[in-house]
């Protein structure tokens, strides 16, 4: 299924929007592009404003200063039905009363679309999504993973040229999630609509996204590709928010080194502006003793506990100034030494090419 003939994906342009309830400022002078085409994740913790942004972009909120513009039109005082957008929202909002085939069709008679065309679209996106054998099913009768699908289907049978999905997934367990994470990625290749989807899931931001805006009390704090916000975060929140992390304060030292409690960690990267620094360890890159080498830096700690997670292994590990890291490791691929125990006494170690520094806030 390919964008209709003069229906390809528009850019979204956000410029200054801010936006208040009473007392709460929920977005404060936002601006963000979203390329034509592009899968742009909004990420956050309740109450970060992404809601209220995707809102805003919809039309089911006016906001108090700001623009918004789909490619060089204004639409910031267009009411939401003629914005011509594909939402897919939380609870589905699906036609109870309706089977499967007239909920896909539904945008299609509202348009006014011929039935013969009707019937050849919602064949295409049922099979797409991978529905077409259920097509005269009630809604009621399906799972979860299958209503999401047909909402799914709803969002895009009229070839729309942007696509906005507020926290689609969160009702399904973590397989069928993780599952629909990779069939709305492939799903959004083959439509190629302009997509913005909400989420406080930081792995299902990773999985899906071109770029991903990590908000925080009302702004986005960072913008870029998964690999940008996860290996290089620009502040504490950043930091922490993405990815299984140890905040560790410090102050700025010689040679790219921050001195912590207990030891000296090194950088490869240059380190932030200021004298108080944090560094951020993930725990998939801290290294256990048998890993290290003469070039890594090296963290006295003492083991608190080794838990079993069936594919992985969790140790946590007690370190100067009463901070508490996380070291994870795959079992699959063998620790390649012994597994440390509880109360054990050890040098932990990180390359300093993994080592991530950011402005104490």
């Known amino acids: 299924m390919t964008p209709a003939a003069g229906r390809e994906p528009l850019s979204i342009d956000v410029s200054g929007v801010s936006k208040?309830?009473?007392?709460?400022?929920?977005?404060?002078?936002?601006?963000?592009?979203?390329?034509?085409?592009?899968?742009?994740?909004?990420?956050?913790?309740?109450?970060?404003?992404?809601?209220?942004?995707?809102?805003?972009?919809?039309?089911?909120?006016?906001p108090d200063y700001g623009r918004v513009r789909f490619g060089d039109e204004d639409v910031t005082l267009?009411?939401?039905?003629?914005?011509?957008?594909?939402?897919?929202?939380?609870?589905?909002?699906?036609?109870?009363?309706?089977?499967?085939?007239?909920?896909?069709?539904?945008?299609?008679k509202v348009r006014r679309v011929s039935k013969e065309e009707i019937g050849g679209r919602v064949e295409e996106v049922l099979r797409l999504?991978?529905?077409?054998?259920?097509?005269?099913?009630?809604?009621?009768?399906?799972?979860?993973?299958?209503?999401?699908?047909?909402?799914?289907?709803?969002?895009?049978?009229?070839?729309?040229?942007?696509?906005?999905?507020?926290?689609?997934l969160s009702a399904l367990d973590k397989n069928l999630r993780e599952e629909m994470q990779v069939e709305i990625r492939q799903l959004h290749k083959k439509i190629g609509a302009t997509t913005v989807y909400v989420t406080h899931d930081q792995r299902e931001a990773l999985t899906m996204s071109d770029r991903i805006a990590v908000m925080n009390k009302g702004q986005i704090v960072q913008y870029g590709t998964p690999e940008d916000v996860y290996n290089s975060p620009n502040s504490t929140f950043a930091a922490q928010f993405i990815g299984e992390t140890t905040l560790l304060p410090g102050m700025a030292g010689d040679q790219g080194m921050v001195v912590c409690d207990d030891c000296q960690i090194r950088s490869a990267r240059p380190l932030p502006a200021g004298r108080e620094l944090v560094v951020a360890l993930r725990a998939e890159r801290l290294l256990l003793p048998q890993e290290c080498n003469k070039f890594v830096n090296r963290i006295p700690a003492r083991i608190a506990d080794v838990i079993y997670q069936g594919d992985s292994m969790l140790v946590l590990a007690d370190v100067g100034g009463g901070q508490r890291l996380s070291i994870r490791r795959s079992l699959r691929v063998g620790l390649g030494g012994p597994i440390p125990k509880a109360g054990e006494k050890l040098m932990l170690g990180i390359d300093p090419e993994d080592v991530i520094v950011v402005p104490r806030t």
């Open 20 to 62: 208040s309830y009473e007392a709460f400022r929920a977005l404060d002078g936002v601006s963000l592009h979203v390329a034509a085409g592009e899968f742009v994740t909004l990420l956050g913790p309740s109450g970060s404003g992404k809601t209220t942004l995707l809102n805003i972009i919809a039309g089911f909120v006016r």
């Open 78 to 108: 267009r009411p939401v039905n003629r914005r011509g957008l594909g939402m897919v929202f939380q609870n589905y909002a699906l036609f109870p009363h309706m089977t499967v085939g007239e909920n896909v069709a539904f945008p299609l």
């Open 129 to 168: 999504v991978q529905l077409e054998h259920l097509a005269g099913r009630s809604v009621t009768a399906l799972s979860g993973g299958q209503r999401q699908r047909v909402a799914l289907a709803r969002a895009v049978v009229f070839s729309p040229q942007i696509v906005l999905m507020d926290e689609p």
